[in-house]
């Protein structure tokens, strides 16, 4: 079945340093969701992108979706510690179901 | 959007035991997913919740233990039959709205099983 990989696990940074989680699918997508989930909390729609090689900002995040559609990133410019959580992506096919990525957590320290 | 409840919010059950929680929707949405998500892991989706029909499981998941239901477009229970210890877990409901791939989940409801 379709698999969702994404690296790293976990990433520590200081308040001010830039952050990136890569999302790769071992299949081709249609599309791809990026959620963000608080610790304690529940995941909340961020974006989604559907074109090759889209790009979408969101103030200090960058989302981009490969040429291939297979994979995707979101990088976090001068993190704060308001973007701690995890941060998930979900690869949808054609077939219209979304399968979840491990997440990665990211920890600010001030 | 959509706003998404659920209930109980969190509960303590006994093995052997069956709970059903319910998610609530503010509108109606064409489809409606059961996931379960471990303490620091990702989300495994259970089901697909079908409105009139019978709910679509997933690989590892059967009716048995995880009878769904789904009276209408906004509303949908799933109840974890027969309790163990292993199924001490959240459980998430989502909602999609319209022909988007974008989920958006309800606040979970946090099961322990003794």
């Known amino acids: 079945g379709q698999q969702v990989m994404q690296i790293p696990q976990y990433q520590h940074v200081q308040e001010g340093e830039d952050f990136t989680t890569y999302c790769n699918s071992s299949t081709t997508l249609s599309n791809i969701q990026w959620y963000k989930q608080r610790p304690g909390g529940h995941p909340v729609f961020l974006i989604q992108?559907?074109?090759?090689?889209e790009v979408k900002k969101q103030k200090r995040l960058t989302f981009q979706f490969g040429e291939a559609k297979k994979n995707s990133s979101l990088h976090i410019t001068a993190t704060q510690t308001t973007d701690v959580g995890t941060y998930f992506c979900?690869?949808?096919?054609?077939?219209?179901?979304?399968?979840f990525g491990d997440g990665t957590t990211l920890t600010v320290k001030p | 959007s959509a706003v998404i409840s659920q209930k109980p919010s969190r509960d303590i059950c006994q093995r052997g035991t069956s709970l059903t929680i319910q998610c609530q929707v503010d509108?109606?949405?064409?489809?409606m997913f059961w996931y379960r998500q471990q303490p620091g892991q990702s989300l495994t989706l259970i089901a697909t919740a079908n409105q009139g029909s019978e709910a679509t499981y997933e690989s590892g998941f059967v009716i048995d233990k995880f009878p769904i239901s789904r009276p209408n477009l906004t509303f949908s229970t799933l109840t974890v039959s027969n309790m163990s210890p292993e199924d001490s877990s959240i459980y998430l409901c989502?909602?999609?709205?319209?022909?988007?791939?974008?989920?958006?989940f309800g606040p979970g409801t946090r099961l322990t099983v003794t």
């Open positions: 979900a690869g949808a096919t054609n077939a219209g179901k979304s399968t």
């Open positions: 509108s109606q949405v064409t489809m």
């Open positions: 989502s909602v999609k709205t319209g022909g988007y791939y974008e989920q958006y």
């Open positions: 992108l559907v074109k090759s090689g």
